[in-house]
Nanobody, 121 residues
Framework: QVQLVESGGGLVQAGGSLRLSCAAS????????MGWFRQAPGKERELVLD????????DYLDSVKGRFTISRDNAKNTVYLQMNSLKPEDTGVYYC??????????????WGQGTQVTVSS
């Protein structure tokens, strides 16, 4: 069993930065592919970035390329989302998730509770 706890959300002005953290319990953290999702008001949850155990990351949203970066520290059981040059359209609840290597983001194995990010114009 893995528990995921996000932190670092908040209110920021457009152009600012935030770094989200997701702390995972359990001794098998390094074996999971970790991802960050977001859900804007009235919209479906979408996958933003993921990262595997060897720190190879993949981005899924053109709108965040060059602005958002995912990283992980397996020794600390933590995955991060660095968000720069934030825009009002980045507002939403950001969720951390974990899936097995053979799994799918359609059904992650674990979800965090989410952290709110609000970008004011």
């Amino acid at each position: 069993q893995v528990q995921l706890v996000e932190s670092g959300g908040g209110l920021v002005q457009a152009g600012g930065s935030l770094r989200l953290s997701c702390a995972a319990s359990g001794r098998t953290f390094s074996s999971y592919v970790m991802g960050w999702f977001r859900q804007a008001p009235g919209k479906e949850r979408e996958l933003v970035l993921d990262i595997d155990w060897s720190n190879i990351s993949t981005d899924y949203l053109d709108s965040v390329k060059g602005r958002f970066t995912i990283s992980r520290d397996n020794a600390k059981n933590t995955v991060y989302l660095q968000m720069n040059s934030l825009k009002p359209e980045d507002t939403g609840v950001y969720y951390c998730a974990a899936r097995h290597f053979s799994g799918s983001w359609l059904r992650p194995a674990y979800w965090g509770q989410g952290t709110q990010v609000t970008v004011s114009s």
